[in-house]
């Protein structure tokens, strides 16, 4: 009887990136938190996991930068908070179980809230526990993009697409493997979503660079502490000073405002990069 009045209850009214800062532990033995705030780039789309009318997220951008951990704590947050279906799809079956191993299984042994969910199960006709794992009223299966079957096996209603432009033509001779997984949602089309990730790679033949041209192009404008005007913050825009021999200082790195042209000292920087929890700084261009 409890567990059924557990189920009945109405979801956390909470964001992605909220739920990380509440929940997430990034270590085990240290207990060491998750800050949104040291990934302010991540903050937007982390919230439109949770906007309204959002069906896609298409994430394209330079690696070790933020898709992973979008990923993480969205998967997280479904996990406890919203629990469903989850079919986390990667290139090659290496790739699968190098996030399930190393990412996703470090994160619930860390996370009070998702250890005490998560079972790990034997997916059908394998001994392998490592890519499928149960929690209450859903499951995530990681899989690999070239395994057609994999793609069109049970309902799925949040679909994660990782280094899509490292994905085959063809998932053997079913056709494209993101037609294949997200085709899986159709059950759930009031409440589904899917999350595209990766970084770029050929100008005008990457699978991301055209989905991401296809969305409405949203991107971080961070306001000059000297002068406020918004901008995307550019490497182009960061210059320093060199010696007499020509070799770079870098302590006198500074981003210059494209606006006023005044330097931002790196505490400037990211403090300014804290005003990204403002939504409305994140627009298309």
């Known amino acids: 009887i409890k567990a059924y009045q557990e189920s009945q209850k109405p979801p956390e009214d909470i964001t992605v990136d909220a739920w990380a800062d509440r929940y997430r532990f990034l270590n085990e033995k240290t207990n060491e938190k998750w800050f949104t705030s040291r990934v ?40 406890h908070i919203d629990p469903c279906p989850i079919l986390a799809v990667y290139p090659k079956e290496g790739a699968a179980k190098k ?4 990412r996703l299984k470090q994160m619930v ?14 997916q059908r006709d394998s001994s392998d526990t490592t ?4 929690f209450p009223v859903g499951f995530i299966n990681i899989v690999s993009s070239r ?13 994660v697409l990782d280094e899509i432009d490292k994905f085959e033509e063809s998932s053997g001779k079913e056709g494209d493997p993101v037609d294949l997984a997200e085709e899986r949602m159709s059950k ?39 002068c406020g005007h918004k901008q995307i913050l550019y490497w182009a825009n960061v210059h320093w000073d060199k010696d007499e021999a020509g070799k770079a200082i870098p302590e006198t790195a500074q981003y210059f405002c494209t606006g006023c042209g005044v330097g931002w000292t790196e505490a400037e920087r990211l403090r300014a990069l804290q005003s990204l ?6 627009r298309q261009t």
Request: proline share 7%; net charge positive; aromatic share 6%.
């Open 99 to 102: 996030f399930s191993h190393t």
């Open 131 to 134: 890519l499928y794992k149960e």
């Open 188 to 226: 759930f089309a009031s409440n589904c979503l899917s999350i595209r990730a990766c970084s770029p790679t050929v100008k005008n033949l990457s699978k991301i660079e055209a989905s991401y041209e296809s969305s409405d192009q949203r991107k971080p404008f961070v306001p000059c502490p000297h």
């Open 147 to 159: 395994n057609p079957d994999d793609l069109a096996m049970l309902p799925i209603r949040i679909v």
């Open 277 to 282: 929890n403002d939504i409305s700084l994140w």
């Open 109 to 122: 042994k860390a996370t009070p809230v998702l250890r005490a969910l998560v079972t790990e199960t034997k």
């Open 40 to 79: 302010a780039v991540a903050r937007g789309p982390m919230r439109a996991v949770t906007e309204m009318g959002v069906r896609t997220i298409t994430v394209m951008t330079a690696t070790q930068i933020l898709k992973t951990e979008l990923i993480l704590n969205a998967v997280g947050y479904f996990m």
